[in-house]
């Protein structure tokens, strides 16, 4: 049989599957039901199939679907005998499509509905046409029947009898032999609600079930979702709507989610349900993190809890100190969080059990979720507005749901609760508060005298030895972490074997890499977004049914901070607070009996955690203490992971909590790993005991308290970091997720202790990591004198230390060949390089190919080659201008690519020198700072790159600090010399997939003619994001390996984030061959390119262009300082310094060489293997084979075979690009624009037009923007020219990237992005004439508008979301309200706000300035403090600027409250905050001072000049 | 680490020399030193590298940037440590080390290195002079007995190792004071010989054995001291001299170098010295064959001296001002050095070739010279002779310091008869083993003549294999 979702094919797992979409909801108040519901339901999700997404054969959708209520009538019309309402339930089933197998499933069905006791009415044929539906859809199309059955039985409880009938059948589907039975499927089974949902396209729904076209179906709700799938095999059943809810999102957190609800079904107990065990497990198999929520979801409605209460506690909104909610309602979500992690990761839901239907959103808010209510009852709610037309005279009420709030209608009742109602319900269900009060304890709270040192005496040098410290852990991790507080930072990436490679011994923890978001779900800003998160945690739970409420539940000790020092370590160990108790289980194995030793300990550890679990323990205590010549220590992660896994398959995890007492964590991704598989609190003793000396010793001029305190905060903001980067908020959901990915341990080794986690090409096992704790051990405990800790080499090359593929031989040989031209001794240098690289030091060094030479001439010339490279996106500003324009000249004169890296261009560059060369970088990059990106910038690329992540830091922001800043650089970034410029981690405008298609879309509409890249860093499950950016039409894609990356980051990021290139590039190229993709996009790959030999094996593993950043920065005179951040490079590479930057000795000839010489070796290799060009070799993975000859005794268990893995599909499809994406954008309207601004734009003569728009006209303005900047450049037409009056809702980013000389006008409101890279356009929104509703209560405009613009002016007259002019620097607003997160990251403009603001204003704004009319007097509560000040509007100078702004918007706009203000400015002006960038302040103090100066200057020279007159 | 900004802010010092006209009329060391805050600041230059170029150049691996850091930060005393961690006589290389560490430091791509070797040089005086380098007798011994043969820097660093790692270590010396070459080879003016005496009272506090005016294969054979312990380590350096077969060689007043260099070192020692033979440059005319670092002590020795005149020739060409595009930054610069005894007074010549001595009375009063030409040729030097320009140097004192050929072979190599390689060194293995059973070689004798600082770095090689092989695992 066909599997729809290949289940592991290569490198290719099914569990990276992500899927994005649009939902919406339509709603007749009064519970009115009919079929004009359904239809306004179906043409909601038509309007948003933007959001959606096709496979490669362009007709099948990944999924849509639909859920109602049932239509009762319509059955009994057709002749069913239907009992009388809620007596009646229905729903369909996806069957076999084998006829036998389908009847099979429909007995089993009908026998577990016998067996509740329900009757059986009949079976119904569900009229489908399939004649529109793609080939793919339909080769995996199930038998479709609908069942109707009965029971005279109250509705709640038949309701519940149908949930277990289904929860039943599906098991012993599942449980049973038949072919087919992954096709058996009930998308719903209710008495209330009926979905309708399938591997379709939004306009095919419809289409496909006849009943939906049925007039006699008729509902009062109709919820919607369409499914765009990064998931390159959608399936059926993945479909949504599920039984209870529609997800737009993505739980980051899923597999500890999934664990814990595993876990804890041992003790769950419900009356209502009867015997769990007939309808575990409650999360169904192999389906996705949304179906995953929703079976939880249901199981908890199913059990009686209400949905806004079981939504709550799943999903709960933040609740600390700059949360503005209730303590009553805190202490709710308190009391819930002790038993319920968060499922964590950015979300919007909208759900239903047919009476109830509402949506929410998770805490962070980055999903879009508007509604509109009208004046006759219907409500819809969508990720869009417009998505319903309705005269503006008709409607009640426009919004959008906030951040971690809820709305929820009852049809029944015809009555909207809103959040706060709802909450202040749940909140005062149970007193909470005093149960919390009553029963908790906070560990910082207790006060103890017993002081516990941290030193250890003479033991400390064997501790020292035998957890393998080196001497950098210590005098850089430690000392730095106790010194500042902070993780030391690095540059120049990672350039070390991958542990598994290294001959040397590690700690168990460098195997492990984390995981990062990247485009389908944004990294969180751990920062400046600060106020979601949390690394609270609880220790203790002795828990018990969580479907019951009771005190006792937070029977428990409270903690702030994970990482507990020796004192208040000993307070846990003797708590005896509530009868608390624990067991202290010592991790420690026989040294001499090696791995025999280890996994007798680990199951003799196991065992005794059991036994506490079964003496009622509350917590075990895993400890390495006492390690001597006879008891090695087990690596901790190793033992917290097989308790954690061991205790869960016992369904024993729940009840007690993992204690670890170490020596070996040091560093943040220890603790993280640690955390990561199941720890609640660490105590790292060794780290303070090495503080203790550094102290002693004076290398640490701090008292021990503070330096510990330092080492604390640094490893818990480094832990805030990490969550972030997977987009979670709290630790509690991070525990046991398992967000990494193993680079070479043996599978067995992951399937006993790590389940659940992935590791792709074999490696160690027990005997190979009981032989890495014992080398350490055995010196530690050696005769004679204990050594002295070693100078590793692992952040800095020594010369008995560990490999660095950049060392001093190979950067001196490879400058000294290309300042030479020489390629003799290139070849030198290669040699070097590759003998290293099959060391081996990175996984290609373990590939080598089959030869079948030919001779040299046939083999296409060095200058076709040349144009596969790319230099690395590193920006003028990281670098120096004379590093960054040689690698611009030399690039362009190879016609291979440069990048601008994320700062902007200047213009200048963009003219031809003298002697023909261009210092113009090809490609242009679009990062999350955006800095500019104007227009101009745009339409001068050949390549326009949106980076996602970067190789040094994925699913982190950039920073260039202040002191890298100086005129010219703060010129080309729109921002102010000296001012330190800080990027998102996320980009504003790509939370999801569909937001990035639409990124892609206005990208591809600015500038057509340039092909739209997206880079990529490798990770798990990176193919299956790379599909998807292919189907949201990027024409190239890059894969970044973890090694590569030139920037500055934290230590831990450049060591232990992302993959190898090769796992990374192999899986994106299997999986998009695998989905015929790859036919459509060009594969470009980039880490730690140095030779011939590896752009060869990078092409044979699917790589077609490669980027080279170090290599080429090398070339250009770079010697691997890695102090890139300090401003310092001794030889001008990396610095802005004018003194250093004098001694740059590189020229683009060097880097010209350089490229020649690795296509000259390329082409000589091609010869050797036997093919013409280099197009022939691309993704031949076949002709790649193990170099048997290289062993050593880590390396014997790896295994490649799935990296180099050639499926049966590698044969059948493109193995490279062969074909244009298509871009859909001949229609948009722009093209209508650009029509009737013909005079304008040829005369420049004013023109004047008036359209209609609607939510998918999207990007509107951009193509005529980009148009009118690749006619005039920097001459701008004058104001006023284009002027478009528009009416209706426009789409996603209106007026993005527009330019002076344009107006737009809007009568309506907009979508998300509005004015996005506002380049000098003017934008105007006012609510619709007739419109009766309060614009500044009413939200007209969406999400993150004014990103990244540079100039031009924006008028909106009504309220406007979350992240309302995030990293504008230079454009000048108004508006009447805005959400959290506003002016976030501002560098520049004026943004004046005449209504409330929401959380977190002005965070991370360096630039720029903010009017707030703050007529409540309680701003000071909403805005961040961290780099502003507010001060009144006192300064005449500022009092004009800002009545000027106020009156320029009541002209355009005609806004009531500007009338108002503008009536009595004396009594409205003095209610404005001022808010300033301290920083911005002292820059323009400063530059008034030099004015003042410059004018004293000049009064002098003039009364000279009178003087000698 | 350190102060990033350090080598913008400060510019490099060298403590400088003293005064020409003074330091010519004595032996006393040439070179200063500088403050201590100097000093430090001077440490504060080292940029702690990702790449430390000058950690990979130093033969010896020293931790430079780990102690100019901790220099910087005013801890001598882990200076000392983390520096005697990969160098057992920092003192020496610190006098009169050529520093290939500086040639390839990062800032000598601008040409202003930091000033390693001086650095290396004040942290370990300072050590001295505050007590930190103190006799520390390992605290177990092994029982096992080394015999190190040559007390040359590889023999001492071989010993010193050995003897920390707990053996019993006995250095045989034939000369009356260790050091070999380093105490009288090189010129007081440059390592003052009082270094060596201090370091050998720490050495022999810590359980050393010392036997000097003893020499092996001579005074006691060679298989009898294999009788006598467990293993054996040659260091016996390669003390046989490069001849010039000319014609007039047999005429008085030429003589090697290190016999001339080896005499004023005695005497300024107090040792005994042949006064009837005794080799003087005073009122004499000098001239010294051969331009590298022997040519150069014997340039300095004869100023001291009080000779009339004194002229360097060498056979290669001048070497360059500045580095070539072939020797670039990181590798040893192979440009023209100007020694402090250059410095003295000395007239220099390049390609000049010793065609043959003339004299009269049996003693010398001219060398014959002829100039020549070198090219490349398969990508290795070739010379030839310049037709018609022979000519004569006046010199009445010729010294030969043409280098070293191989070790001596006569005596105790060819008593125990160890292999040779073709070079006519002794033969090893990957682990310093000779062709005999538990005989190990080291330093100049295997490698040929090198750096003190190689050979202090082959000495360490050596006692990490002999340790090995006596089993101890106690030398990381």
């Known amino acids: 049989m066909r599997k729809w979702r290949p289940e592991r094919t290569g490198l290719y797992r099914s569990e990276f599957e992500h899927d994005n979409c649009g939902i919406g909801f339509v709603v007749n108040l009064k519970g009115k039901r009919s079929h004009g519901i359904i239809q306004r339901g179906l043409e909601t999700l038509v309007n948003m199939k933007h959001r959606g997404a096709e496979g490669s054969d362009s007709k099948t959708g990944d999924g849509a679907g639909v859920m109602i209520q049932i239509p009762r009538d319509f059955y009994l019309i057709q002749g069913y005998s239907i009992p009388q309402e809620g007596q009646f339930g229905t729903g369909l089933v996806f069957l076999p499509r084998d006829p036998a197998e389908a009847r099979k499933c429909e007995e089993i069905l009908v026998q577990f509905v016998h067996d509740e006791g329900v009757e059986l009415i009949a079976f119904r044929d569900v009229p489908r046409d399939n004649g529109t539906i793609g080939d793919i859809a339909k080769k995996s199309e199930p038998l479709i029947r609908q069942i109707l059955l009965g029971a005279d039985l109250p509705r709640e409880e038949l309701e519940r009898k149908l949930y277990i009938i289904r929860k039943r059948a599906e098991k012993f589907v599942a449980a049973s032999g038949l072919k087919e039975k992954r096709y058996f499927y009930l998308p719903s089974l209710s008495t209330r609600v009926l979905v309708y949902k399938g591997m379709l396209t939004s306009e095919q729904l419809g289409e496909y079930f006849l009943d939906l076209q049925d007039s006699r179906i008729q509902s009062a709700i109709a919820l919607v979702h369409s499914r765009f799938s990064t998931n390159t095999f959608p399936s059926w059943d993945l479909a949504q709507p599920f039984r209870m809810l529609a ?120 999903r ?343 080492y604390i905060h640094a490893v818990n903001k480094g832990l805030l970091k990490i969550l972030s980067k997977m987009g979670i908020s709290t630790l509690r959901s991070y525990r046991a997720a398992q967000i990494f990915e193993a680079v070479g341990i043996h599978p067995k080794v992951m399937d006993r202790y790590f389940k659940g986690t992935v590791s792709r090409i074999g490696g160690i096992g027990l005997e190979e990591i009981a032989e ?120 362009n004169r190879l016609k291979g690519r440069s990048n601008t890296g994320e700062g902007g261009e200047d213009p200048g560059r963009y003219q031809l020198l003298e002697n023909g060369d261009s210092t113009r970088s090809a490609i242009k990059q679009v990062a999350s700072g955006r800095f500019g990106v104007t227009t101009q910038y745009l339409v001068n690329a050949d390549e326009i790159q949106i980076k996602i992540a970067q190789g040094a830091k994925p699913g982190e922001g950039g920073q260039l600090p202040g002191h890298k800043v100086d005129r010219i650089i703060a010129k080309t970034r729109y921002s102010i010399p000296g001012i330190t410029l800080i990027s998102p981690p996320p980009h504003h405008d790509i939370y999801s997939i569909e937001d990035l298609a639409q990124l892609i879309f206005d990208l591809k509409n600015v500038n057509p003619d340039a092909k739209i890249s997206v880079k990529l860093v490798s990770e798990t499950g990176v193919g299956t994001i790379a599909a998807g950016v292919a189907k949201a039409s990027a024409d190239l894609v890059t894969i970044s390996g973890t090694e590569g990356g030139t920037g500055a980051s934290p230590a831990s990021s450049i060591k232990h984030a992302g993959l190898p290139l090769e796992i990374g590039l192999a899986e994106t190229q299997q999986t998009l061959v695998m989905n015929n993709l790859r036919r459509k996009v060009v594969l470009q790959a980039d880490g730690q390119m140095k030779t011939g030999r590896d752009v060869i094996i990078s092409g044979l593993l699917g790589a077609e262009e490669f980027g080279f950043a170090t290599s080429a920065l090398v070339v250009l005179g770079c010697v691997m300082m890695r102090k890139c951040h300090l401003n310092t490079c001794p030889v001008g590479v990396a610095t802005q310094d004018a003194g250093l930057r004098k001694r740059f000795r590189g ?38 084979m193990l170099d048997d000859s290289i062993s050593h005794w880590k390396i014997r268990n790896l295994d490649l075979s799935d990296m180099t893995a050639f499926f049966p599909a590698a044969r059948r499809f493109p193995l490279h690009k062969v074909e244009p994406q298509i871009h859909k954008i001949d229609d948009v309207l722009d093209r209508e624009l650009i029509e009737q601004s013909r005079d304008a734009l040829e005369e420049k003569k004013p023109v004047t037009m008036h359209l209609p728009i609607r939510n998918t006209d999207r990007t509107t303005g951009a193509m005529l923007s980009g148009m009118i900047t690749k006619k005039y450049g920097n001459q701008v037409l004058p104001e006023g020219t284009i002027r478009a009056r528009f009416a209706g809702s426009a789409g996603q980013s209106f007026g993005a990237f527009l330019v002076p000389g344009v107006e737009f006008y809007l009568e309506g409101e907009t979508n998300d992005y509005l004015g996005k890279g506002l380049s000098g356009g003017r934008i105007i929104v006012v609510p619709p004439p007739g419109s009766t509703f309060d614009p500044e209560r009413n939200i007209i405009i969406g999400n993150t508008v004014l990103y990244g613009a540079t100039s031009g002016e924006i008028f909106i007259s009504g309220v406007a979301g979350e992240r309302f002019a995030v990293r504008n620097s230079g454009a000048i607003a108004v508006v009447e309200g805005v959400g959290d997160h506003c002016c976030e990251y501002m560098t520049g403009g004026r943004v004046v706000v005449l209504g409330r603001t929401g959380r977190n204003f002005a965070a991370g704004m360096s630039g720029g300035i903010a009017y707030i009319f703050d007529e409540e007097g309680d701003f000071d509560y909403y805005c961040n403090m961290g780099m502003v000040e507010l001060s009144l509007v006192e300064e005449k100078h500022d009092r004009k600027e800002l009545t000027d702004l106020i009156s320029r918007h009541f002209e355009l706009t005609g806004s009531k409250i500007a009338e108002k203000i503008l009536v009595s400015p004396d009594l409205y002006i003095d209610r404005f905050i001022k808010v300033i960038p301290y920083e911005y302040r002292k820059v323009i103090e400063e530059r008034k001072l030099e004015e003042i100066r410059e004018k004293l200057a000049q009064v002098e020279k003039d009364v000279e000049m009178m003087g000698d007159g | 680490m350190g102060d990033p900004k350090g080598f913008i802010k400060i510019k490099i010092k060298t403590a400088g020399n ?136 590889a023999g001492m660093a071989a010993a010193d190792q050995l003897n920390k790692a707990g053996h019993l270590v006995t250095l045989f010396e034939k000369d009356e004071k260790i050091g070999g070459l380093l105490r009288f080879g090189i010129p007081d003016f440059k390592l003052n010989k009082h270094t060596i005496d201090r370091r050998l009272a720490i050495m022999m506090a810590e359980g050393l054995e010392v036997k000097t005016g003893i020499e092996v294969g001579k005074d006691v054979s060679g298989k009898e001291i294999m009788g006598q312990y467990d293993t054996v380590c040659l260091a016996i350096g390669a003390m046989k001299p490069r001849d010039l077969s000319v014609e007039g060689r047999e005429l008085k007043g030429i003589h090697f170098a290190m016999d001339y260099l080896t005499q004023q070192n005695r005497v300024n020692y107090g040792l005994h010295a042949p006064y009837d033979n005794r080799i003087t440059a005073e009122g004499r005319k000098v001239l010294v064959i051969g331009g590298g670092d022997t040519g150069s002590d014997c340039v300095g020795t004869a100023i001291r001296q009080g000779a009339e005149h004194v002229t360097q020739i060498e056979i290669l060409p001048r070497p360059p001002e500045r580095r070539s595009p072939d020797n670039p930054w990181p590798y040893m610069g192979k440009t023209l050095k100007t020694s402090t005894s250059h410095e003295e007074g000395c007239e220099r010549m390049w390609n000049l070739s010793t065609v043959g001595f003339t004299g009269t009375q049996q003693r010398v009063t001219h060398a014959e010279v002829e100039e020549v030409g070198w090219e490349h040729v398969n990508g290795s030097l070739s010379m030839s002779p310049v037709p018609g320009t022979r000519h004569q140097i006046e010199a009445d004192l010729i010294l030969l310091a043409l280098g070293f050929l191989h070790p001596v072979h006569e005596g105790l190599l060819s008593e125990l008869g160890v292999t040779l390689n073709n070079r006519e060194n002794i033969k090893v293995d990957g682990h310093m083993a000779t062709s005999l059973d538990k005989v190990f070689a080291t330093g100049d004798a295997v490698n040929g003549a090198s750096l003190v600082v190689t050979a202090i770095a082959s000495g360490r090689r050596a006692a990490k294999r002999i340790d090995e092989y006596l089993q101890g695992g106690g030398i990381q």
Not at chain 1, 600 to 605: C, F
Not at chain 2, 55 to 63: A, I, T, Y
């Open chain 1, 772 to 891: 890495e704790v014992l080398i350490p051990h055995r010196r530690a405990f050696a005769s004679g004198e204990p050594p002295a800790v070693f100078s590793e080499g692992v952040y800095a090359y020594r010369k008995n230390g560990e490999h660095h593929a950049w060392n001093p031989e190979s950067v001196a040989l490879l400058q000294w060949s290309t300042r030479n031209n020489d390629y003799t001794k290139y070849k030198e240098y290669a040699a070097l390089v590759d003998r290293d690289t099959v060391r081996p030091g990175f996984l290609r060094g373990l590939l080598t190919y089959r030869r079948n030479p030919i001779p040299l001439e046939e083999v296409e010339p060095e200058e076709k080659i040349v144009r596969r490279f790319v230099t690395g996106a590193m920006s003028y500003g990281s670098i120096s201008r004379e590093a960054h324009e040689a690698l611009a000249i030399a690039m």
């Open chain 1, 368 to 710: 879009p979720s508007r509604y509109v209510v009208t004046k006759d009852d219907l409500m819809v709610m969508a990720s869009e507005a417009g998505v319903q037309q309705f005269p503006a005279e008709d409607i009640r009420e426009k919004g959008r749901l906030k951040p971690g709030k809820l709305i929820m209608v009852d049809v029944q009742e015809g009555k909207i609760y809103r959040d706060e109602e709802l909450k202040a319900q749940l909140a005062s269900a149970h007193p909470y508060m005093s149960w919390i009060k009553k029963n908790m304890v906070s560990l910082e709270e207790i006060q103890t005298g017993n002081i516990i040192p941290p030193g250890l005496g003479e033991e400390y040098n064997n501790y020292l030895n035998c957890f393998n410290y080196s001497r950098e852990d210590i005098e850089m991790i430690i000392k730095s972490m106790a010194e500042s507080a902070m993780e030391p930072i690095g540059s120049m990436g990672n350039d070390i074997p991958t542990t598994v490679l290294s001959k040397k011994p590690y700690r168990l923890f460098n195997y492990f890499k984390q995981l990062f978001a990247q485009v389908t779900n944004p990294p969180i800003d751990p920062i400046r977004e600060e106020m979601v998160m949390t690394l609270t945690g609880y220790l203790g739970s002795l828990q018990t049914n969580l479907l019951d409420k009771s005190p006792d539940h937070v029977k428990m000790v409270k903690f702030k901070s994970p990482v507990i020092n020796n004192t208040y370590f000993q307070v846990v160990k003797n708590l005896r607070y509530k009868g608390f108790s624990n067991s202290v289980i010592p991790i420690h194995f026989d040294a001499d009996e090696g791995a025999v030793g280890l996994e007798k300990a680990l199951d003799e550890i196991c065992r005794r955690a059991e036994q506490a679990v079964d003496e009622k323990n509350n917590y075990i205590i895993l400890t390495d203490r006492n390690i001597s010549r006879g008891k090695a220590p087990i690596p901790s992660l190793l033992a917290v992971s097989a308790v954690h896994h061991y205790l869960i398959e016992n369904r024993k995890r729940m009840q007690i909590d993992i204690v670890v007492e170490s020596a070996e964590p040091r560093e943040v991704m220890h603790f993280a790993l640690l955390f990561g598989y199941g720890a609640s609190i660490i105590n790292p003793y060794m780290s303070f005991a090495v503080i203790e000396q550094l102290v002693k010793k004076r290398v640490i001029q701090q008292d021990y308290d503070k330096a510990q305190e330092n």
């Open chain 2, 18 to 153: 003293r005064q020409i006209h003074e330091r010519t009329r004595d032996y006393s060391e040439v070179e200063q030193t500088l403050n201590t805050e100097d000093r430090m600041l001077q440490a504060s230059r080292c940029m702690d590298c990702g790449i430390p170029f000058c950690h990979w150049g130093c033969p010896v691996d020293n931790l430079i940037p780990e102690w100019n850091d901790l220099l910087y930060r005013g801890d001598w005393k882990g200076a000392s440590e983390r520096l005697h961690s990969t160098n057992n006589f920092p003192e020496f290389t610190g006098r009169i080390c050529p520093a290939p560490c500086e040639h390839a430091c990062v800032l000598n791509i601008e040409g202003e290195p930091v000033t390693i070797r001086e650095n290396e040089a004040a942290i370990v005086e300072k050590a001295f002079a505050e007590g930190y380098i103190k006799p520390s007798p390992p605290p177990v011994r092994s029982g096992k007995r080394v015999a190190v043969i040559g007390s040359g820097p």
């Open chain 1, 1147 to 1184: 020229k683009a000839d060097f880097v010209e060489n350089f490229f020649r010489f690795v296509a000259r070796e390329v082409r000589e290799y091609l010869a050797e293997l036997g093919f013409r060009c280099f197009d022939e070799i691309v993704g031949r993975s076949d002709l790649l």
């Open chain 1, 247 to 366: 997800h737009n999102g993505e739980i980051n957190t899923v597999k500890g989610n999934r664990f814990w609800m595993e876990a804890r079904e041992s003790i769950l107990k419900s009356d209502v349900l009867g015997d769990l065990n007939r309808i575990y497990p409650v999360i169904e198999p192999d389906k996705s993190d949304s179906a995953s929520l929703d079976n939880v979801l249901e199981f908890l409605v199913m059990s009686g809890k209400s949905l806004p209460y079981a939504m709550s506690i799943l999903i709960p909104e933040s609740w600390n100190e700059k949360n503005p909610i209730s303590p009553e309602l805190k202490a709710f979500y308190q009391y819930h969080s002790t038993f319920m992690e968060p499922w964590d990761g950015p979300a919007s839901l909208i759900f239903s059990d047919g009476r109830y239907i509402g949506g929410m959103l998770d805490r962070n808010g980055l």
